[in-house]
Each structure stands twice: as C-alpha cells, then as structure tokens.
Nanobody, 125 residues
C-alpha cells in the first residue's frame, strides 16, 4: 500500500511558478504511474498529467502542455510537478494518485488509487 502526500501549493500571481510535490511512503513508486488531477470549485476533477516512475514517460493535458513538467527524486521517493506561466484558471486543489493502467488510459480518473489529500493552488493578483 502506498500513502501519498502532496505539498507545495500556495497563492501565486499570474505568470508565476510553483513546484508541487507528491511524496510516497509505505512502498516505493517503482512500477507505478503517478497521475496529477485538479479540481476547481464547482467543477469536476480533471486530469493534469501523469509520469511513469520507471522510464520517465509523461503525458499532459492540452491545457498545461508546455507549461508544466514532471521530475523525480528517487532518494526521496517523490515526484515533482513544476508549474510555470501560471494562469488564474489553474486555480484548484491538486491531487496525486497512482495507477498501473496502460498509457492510453492515463487520463481516466477511475483507474487511479492511493489518492493524496490534495494541495491548494491559487493563482491571483
């Protein structure tokens, strides 16, 4: 069983950057794909992107492609989501979760489990 903890969310101005962390405990990320989703007030949770721990394959939603990027620190069993050129519409609670589903299904929320508690990102001047 993997327990996930997100951190790094805060208030940032439009155009700014943030780096979110998704740290695993209980079991390493090896063998998993780590997905990030976000949920804005009054909206359904949506796919942001995903990162395969072994090999580094990535996928991004069109809305964040070119602005967001994944990295990892194996010594800390942590995946990072670097978010640049932030926009007010990026405001949401960001969640990470794990899956072992194939690449073509990475954007499907129902395939994910071991959800973290979320971290709030607010983009506002």
């Amino acid at each position: 069983q993997v327990q996930l903890v997100e951190s790094g969310g805060r208030l940032v101005e439009p155009g700014g950057s943030l780096r979110l962390s998704c740290a695993a405990s209980g079991r390493a990320f090896s063998g998993y794909t780590i997905g990030w989703f976000r949920q804005a007030p009054g909206r359904e949770r949506e796919f942001v992107g995903a990162y395969r721990w072994s090999g580094g394959t990535t996928a991004y939603a069109d809305s964040v492609k070119g602005r967001f990027a994944f990295s990892k620190d194996s010594t800390k069993n942590t995946v990072y989501l670097q978010m640049n050129s932030l926009k007010p519409e990026d405001t949401a609670v960001y969640y990470c979760a794990t899956t072992k589903v194939v690449y073509s299904s990475w954007s499907t929320e129902s395939y994910y489990y071991n959800w973290g508690q979320g971290t709030q990102v607010t983009v506002s001047s």
